[in-house]
């Protein structure tokens, strides 16, 4: 499959993996990416991974495994963010309860990284030859993790419409839609359709 910019909308690219669902609905019935090469495919194309890291762990034996656990990470990341966007702005969210669920994947993440500087900051870095083929799952989950203990959480929005997730860094009102030309669109159409109907 081709990815193009309109596949990285959420200004965040751990965000834009969980996004990887192709539906017009709130269903996440057909995903975007199928198999362990598209996968890869993918993960090079939003940078994750470059060229050869994914050339290398496309020859791994362990890839279908690897794959079936990064697609089973992507719902579980989705559920606990998705749950954060809905609550935003209410006292009902605990995240402490939320953030079990990153548990196991972080501490297996953390296991496969070492400590470095990232513009001035201090980030873990995940070691390839100790991740193996868990490399791009272990960096996503490290991302996500530092999403959501971090200033930009307040941003995040769910799409009025689909399950895509991003970070609204909008003036005003901000986004509803993760994409004007997909969502936005088939909203104003429906809208049009009900003002002449009605």
Same mark, same amino acid.
């Given at each position: 499959?081709?990815?193009n910019? =309109? =596949? ?11 996004n ?10 057909h995903?975007?990416?199928s198999?362990?090469p ?6 090079c ?23 079936a ?12 963010f998705?749950t ?10 605990e ?38 083929? =868990?490399?791009?799952r272990?960096r ?20 009025g ?21 997909a ?10 359709r ?5």
């Amino acid at each position: 499959m081709i990815w193009n910019p =309109d =596949d990285l909308i959420a200004e965040h690219r751990g965000l834009d993996f969980l996004n990887t669902v192709g539906d017009i609905d709130k269903s996440r019935s057909h995903s975007k990416i199928s198999d362990w090469p598209g996968a890869l495919s993918w993960l090079c194309a939003s940078g994750i991974l470059s060229p050869a890291e994914a050339e290398t762990l496309g020859r791994e034996k362990a890839g279908e495994t690897a794959f079936a656990a990064l697609i089973d990470f992507r719902e579980r990341a989705y559920d606990v963010f998705s749950t954060v966007a809905r609550a935003r702005g209410t006292d009902g969210m605990e995240l402490p309860i939320l953030a079990r669920d990153f548990e196991a994947d972080l501490r297996d993440a953390i296991a496969c990284a070492r400590p470095g500087t990232v513009g001035g900051a201090y980030a873990w870095h995940v070691d390839p030859e100790r991740a193996g083929a =868990d490399l791009a799952r272990y960096r996503l989950v490290l991302m996500l993790w530092d999403l959501l203990r971090g200033p930009d959480l307040a941003r995040l929005k769910e799409c009025g419409r689909c399950t895509w997730l991003f970070l609204d860094k909008a003036r005003g009102v901000g986004r509803r839609w993760c994409r004007m030309s997909a969502c936005g669109n088939r909203a104003k159409a429906e809208r049009f359709r009900k003002s002449r109907s009605g």
